[in-house]
C-alpha cells in the first residue's frame, strides 16, 4: 500500500489518515486499520499535527500507540477551561454566546473549540454532547 513515489511519505501518510476516517466513518473497521497501518509506517519518522490525527484516529478505534503506552484522550485530555466550553457547547451555546458567557473573544472560543474537537476526535459540535454526557 505504500509503494507510490509520486507523493512525499508525508502527503501520503496523511492522505491514509483521511482515508481512514473516511472507512470509520462508513463503519469498515478493517479498512480504517489497513489505511492506519500504512499512515504509521509513512509517518514514523514524523512528529507534529500529522502525528496527532494519527493518534487520535487510532484512539477512536481504541487501537493502542506504536509504542505501546496509551496517551491521555478523550474527555480526560482536556484542560479545565476546555471542559468548561464543551460543557457550555454540549448545552447548544454559539461561539458568540460562549464569548459573552466567559468574557472571551470570538476569537479564543473558536480555539478552544477546534482544540476541543481535535483531543475527542470528533469532527462536529454535536457529538460533543454525546462524549461530554458519557464522560
Do not use: F
Request: charged share 20%; net charge positive; with cysteine.
Amino acid at each position: 500500500m505504500t509503494g507510490s513515489t509520486v507523493l512525499p511519505a508525508c502527503m501520503r501518510g496523511t492522505a491514509y489518515v483521511g482515508a481512514a476516517r473516511c472507512a470509520l466513518a462508513h463503519d469498515h473497521r478493517d479498512d480504517a486499520v489497513e489505511y492506519l497501518t500504512a499512515a504509521g509506517e509513512l509517518l514514523a519518522r514524523w512528529s507534529g499535527w500529522r502525528v496527532r490525527q494519527l493518534a487520535a484516529v487510532r484512539g477512536q478505534l481504541g487501537l493502542a500507540p506504536p509504542g505501546g503506552e496509551r496517551p491521555v484522550t478523550g474527555a480526560a485530555a482536556l484542560t479545565p477551561r476546555e471542559r468548561e466550553v464543551a460543557l457550555l457547547v454540549a448545552a447548544g451555546l454559539t461561539n458568540a454566546e460562549l464569548s459573552r458567557r466567559l468574557y472571551i473573544s470570538p476569537k479564543t472560543v473558536a480555539v478552544h473549540v477546534s482544540n476541543i474537537l481535535h483531543k475527542l476526535g470528533i469532527s462536529s459540535r454535536g457529538q460533543v454532547r454525546d462524549v461530554v454526557r458519557d464522560a
